[in-house]
């Protein structure tokens, strides 16, 4: 796909507002979900956190390059594609650590957070939805945020299961689902922004 930015008719100062906006969202829930994650030892909680730095660092970098050239943007969409894989692979790094070494998740506090974890990432995916057919850098905060929604879902149907199950397995299981959610949208946006680079 073409970075032609037609499809994307906010101006550079309302990108600039609205990156902020998410960008804070993201990063004071990603301290929350992350304290909680080690409070309640659940893989789904400290896999979700991490995906929301990912997200933070996404929109960091879209932020840095508006008003940039063509290839700028191109460019911050692989490197945001590339620190989300990173992540993503260390999410499975965690879950294999649990696994061998065993964790407790604590259900109710896996729920309760991820709650709060799926309002925060549905206003995100409401205030970014305009952008998924606009400019790639653009298109990669709201392919995060989209893959968050699901993630949250995860971790929600997760803490559900280890309460009734009385197992910590579902709880590694979703983060191991998380962590392949991460990987996937960071070969989206690896594809996306070689793609605009080719046609640049």
Same mark, same amino acid.
């Given at each position: 796909? *073409?970075?032609?930015?037609?499809?994307?008719?906010?101006?550079?100062?309302?990108?600039?507002?609205?990156?902020?906006?998410?960008l804070v969202i993201?990063?004071?829930?990603?301290?929350?979900?992350?304290?909680?994650? &080690?409070?309640?030892?659940?893989?789904? &909680?400290?896999? #979700?956190?991490?995906?929301? $730095?990912?997200?933070?660092?996404?929109?960091? !970098?879209? $932020?840095?390059?508006?008003?940039?050239?063509?290839?700028?943007?191109?460019? *911050?969409?692989? $490197?945001?594609?590339? &620190?989300?894989?990173?992540?993503?692979?260390?999410?499975?790094?965690?879950?294999?650590?649990?696994?061998?070494?065993? *964790?407790?998740?604590?259900?109710?506090?896996?729920?309760?957070?991820?709650?709060?974890?799926?309002?925060?990432?549905?206003?995100?995916?409401?205030? &970014?939805?305009?952008h998924k057919q606009?400019?790639?850098?653009?298109?990669?905060?709201?392919?995060?945020?989209?893959? #968050?929604?699901?993630?949250?879902l995860g971790v929600?149907?997760?803490?559900?299961?280890?309460?009734?199950?009385? *197992?910590?397995?579902? #709880?590694?299981?979703?983060?191991?689902?998380?962590?392949?959610?991460?990987?996937?949208? !960071?070969?989206?946006? $690896?594809?996306?922004?070689?793609?605009?680079?080719? !046609?640049?």
């Amino acid at each position: 796909m *073409s970075d032609c930015g037609c499809h994307d008719d906010i101006d550079p100062k309302n990108q600039r507002n609205l990156l902020i906006i998410v960008l804070v969202i993201n990063g004071v829930m990603f301290l929350f979900e992350f304290a909680f994650g &080690l409070y309640a030892e659940s893989t789904g &909680l400290l896999a #979700d956190s991490l995906d929301m $730095l990912a997200d933070a660092m996404v929109y960091a !970098s879209a $932020l840095y390059v508006i008003g940039k050239t063509a290839m700028a943007k191109a460019n *911050s969409a692989m $490197l945001s594609g590339m &620190l989300q894989m990173l992540l993503g692979f260390g999410i499975i790094f965690e879950v294999i650590r649990r696994f061998l070494y065993g *964790s407790e998740p604590i259900s109710t506090v896996m729920i309760v957070i991820s709650l709060f974890a799926l309002t925060a990432n549905v206003v995100c995916l409401v205030l &970014l939805n305009k952008h998924k057919q606009g400019e790639v850098h653009m298109r990669a905060t709201w392919i995060f945020s989209k893959n #968050d929604v699901i993630a949250n879902l995860g971790v929600i149907t997760a803490g559900i299961l280890v309460a009734y199950f009385e *197992s910590a397995l579902p #709880d590694l299981i979703i983060g191991a689902i998380i962590s392949s959610v991460v990987l996937y949208g !960071s070969y989206q946006i $690896l594809r996306e922004a070689m793609s605009s680079r080719s !046609s640049i």
